[in-house]
């Protein structure tokens, strides 16, 4: 059934403005899109998240993908980004964030994973919805009631991201969706989210331009921003094969690696090494 889906997708990976090395890395081949931002510096982050995205290149091309498959690529990402880290002076790691094609009880279905605060979006018509739920310290306290979203943008900490790929208790959180036919999905790392609002992200998305048109346009907007950051993103459109917009979006459901449902962790907390301090857009 997934064979039968029609996508286009565009991408763009770029150092940014005030780094010197890019550490982020990105695959864009069906049914795999993952956008992978390393940690660990000029000794270890790009290699980090190269590490990330390799262990999911034996999917790639594939037309029955499982959500198993995915779960144990997965692990193959952390323990490749701790072999790295072991091996350095200051540690490594890695966000990883994505969607992959697979097919569930007969139908396609995007299987959307997330470790950290790279980001999935899903625009279907005018409206956006972030589809992952951010990893990180601002994210738990927004959860618990104890900071305000609109003052995440001046919180001192709101750079502490609290699972990474590579460091313990940091599974990843999946929820599967239908496909939709006209959908639009963006995958990004922080440097975009960091520099753009949702708002400024959406209008993006909406102005009608081809994938890989948007994502120049959307990378631009963020070094026009500042690009304080390395800056990586995808731009996915469901040409046909999925379901109908007009039915909705039904609510995702959570999986872990035996299909059983599991909460999404917002407590618990425990810092990530090596991502303190990185700017955000107020």
């Not at 899109?33 to 594939?62: K, N």
């Not at 992952?132 to 927004?142: F, G, I, K, R």
Request: glycine fraction near 10%; include cysteine.
């Amino acid at each position: 059934m997934a064979a039968t889906v029609s996508l286009s997708a565009g991408s763009r990976t770029d150092v940014g403005r005030k780094r010197t090395t890019n550490e982020d890395s990105v695959l864009a081949l069906a049914p795999v899109f993952i956008v992978a931002d390393g940690m660990g510096g000029h000794e270890a982050g790009d290699l980090a998240s190269d590490a990330v995205v390799t262990q999911f290149l034996p999917l790639v091309g594939r037309n029955d993908v499982t959500a198993e498959e995915v779960a144990t690529a997965v692990e193959r990402t952390h323990a490749a980004v701790r072999v790295i880290a072991a091996e350095t002076t200051r540690g490594a790691g890695s966000t990883l964030t994505g969607v992959v094609l697979v097919t569930q009880s007969g139908r396609p279905c995007w299987l959307v994973l997330n470790i950290g605060d790279s980001r999935v979006y899903r625009l279907v018509g005018n409206s956006l919805a972030q589809l992952t739920v951010d990893h990180s310290l601002a994210q738990e306290m927004v959860a618990a009631g104890t900071l305000k979203p609109e003052d995440v943008a001046r919180f001192a900490r709101r750079n502490v991201i609290t699972r990474a790929v590579g460091a313990p208790d940091s599974p990843a959180d999946y929820w599967l969706y239908p496909v939709t036919t006209g959908e639009r999905l963006l995958l990004c790392s922080d440097g975009l989210s960091g520099e753009l609002s949702d708002e400024t992200i959406r209008a993006g998305l909406t102005l009608g331009g081809g994938t890989q048109q948007t994502a120049d346009l959307l990378l631009a907007q963020a070094l026009e921003r500042g690009g304080r950051d390395n800056v990586s993103l995808i731009v996915i459109d469901v040409v046909a094969g999925g379901e109908s917009a007009s039915g909705g979006m039904s609510t995702a459901s959570l999986l872990s690696t035996d299909d059983a449902t599991v909460d999404v962790r917002l407590g618990d907390t425990q810092e990530v090494p090596g991502r303190r301090g990185r700017p955000r857009a107020t």
